[in-house]
T-cell receptor, first 111, second 114 residues
């Protein structure tokens, strides 16, 4: 069974640009979660999607947005990139009430 | 606000010893509890979950849950240098639309010294 896949693995962007990160959940999982992890820090919850709907949102500005497609894959968009957006972005999927399975992450560097 | 608390460490133990990692949570209604291991620069990996009071063993790992004390722990027996990582405790508060979310603690860094 394929795990959670994220692309790209690494992404380098210039301040002010937009970044798009992608995630494909485990087959059969309808929930997708996005987390930001800055270097040396804990997981910060960004967004939760389930059945195509945004279910919850963390304490991040509106320039962080996303969507979930009918096949349950998801996209995270970060507009007007700032230097402090540099982090590991993790996507996870789950069945309802179960633990999360994480992808290997996208390392975003803003220069 | 619902919180999950962990000592950030580092917790240093000698090779072969038992490492004990602790986690407290704020909501008595919490349903499910998870332990993740995260190596530096890598994504978290689920290693244990527990739903009921008591102990649950899986190889060298034992999860312990005490809902009355709002306390969950992870014991690692015969610790190896390869166990050196950050261990994240996570809690599902309740199985409703908002309650499917895991809330993570800040993690405890474990160092196993040869």
């Amino acid at each position: 069974e394929a795990g959670v896949t994220q692309s790209p693995t690494h992404l380098i962007k210039t301040r002010g640009q937009q970044a798009t990160l992608r995630c494909s959940p485990i087959s059969g999982h309808t929930s997708v979660y996005w987390y930001q992890q800055a270097l040396g820090l804990g997981l910060q919850f960004l967004l939760w999607y389930d059945e195509g709907e945004e279910r919850n949102r963390g304490n991040f500005p509106p320039r962080f947005s996303g969507r979930q497609f009918p096949n349950y894959s998801s996209e995270l968009n970060v507009n007007a990139l700032e230097l402090e957006d540099s982090a590991l972005y993790l996507c996870a999927s789950s069945l309802f009430g179960g633990g999360y399975t994480f992808g290997s992450g996208t390392r975003l560097t803003v220069v | 606000q619902k919180e999950v608390e962990q000592n950030s460490g580092p917790l240093s133990v000698p090779e072969g010893a038992i490492a004990s990692l602790n986690c407290t949570y704020s909501d008595r209604g919490s349903q499910s509890f998870f332990w993740y291991r995260q190596y530096s620069g890598k994504s978290p990996e689920l290693i244990m979950f527990i739903y009921s009071n008591g102990d649950k063993e899986d190889g060298r790992f034992t999860a312990q849950l005490n809902k009355a004390s709002q306390y969950v722990s992870l014991l690692i027996r015969d610790s190896q240098p390869s166990d050196s990582a950050t261990y994240l405790c996570a809690v599902i508060w309740g199985l409703n639309n908002a309650g499917n979310m895991l809330t993570f603690g800040g993690g405890t860094r474990l160092m196993v010294k040869p």
